[in-house]
């Protein structure tokens, strides 16, 4: 069990190669989810949020920009938090 508050994402920014995606979904092991706004750049998208215990995190329903590259991509994902104390 861990306790997690922000979330990093480093996407392929090759433009106009690449895509980018406008939207992220989380899914936590807590039943919690939370959406994730995205911008075209060579830049890391980070989100914070308050700390939540979790198990696991699953990334889904990325939603791609309308620009003509099929090529979104994630390059990495950096989940930050500590191991949480457990009463």
């Known amino acids: 069990m861990v306790e997690v508050d922000r979330i990093i994402l480093y996407t392929r ?4 190669h690449d895509n980018w995606w406008r939207s992220v979904q ?3 092991s807590d039943e919690s989810e939370l959406d994730m706004r995205m911008e075209k750049s060579v830049l890391p998208h980070e ?3 308050p700390a939540k215990q979790i198990m696991w995190l699953e990334m889904h ?3 791609k920009s309308e620009e003509p590259s099929p090529f979104p991509a994630l390059t990495q994902i950096e989940v930050y938090g ?6």
Do not use: K, L
Not at 13 to 16: E, G, R
Not at 82 to 87: D, H, S
């Open 26 to 28: 989380f899914t936590f």
């Open 47 to 49: 989100i914070t949020f």
């Open 13 to 16: 920014a090759d433009f106009p």
């Open 82 to 87: 500590r191991e949480a104390e457990i009463e």
């Open 61 to 63: 329903s990325m939603v």
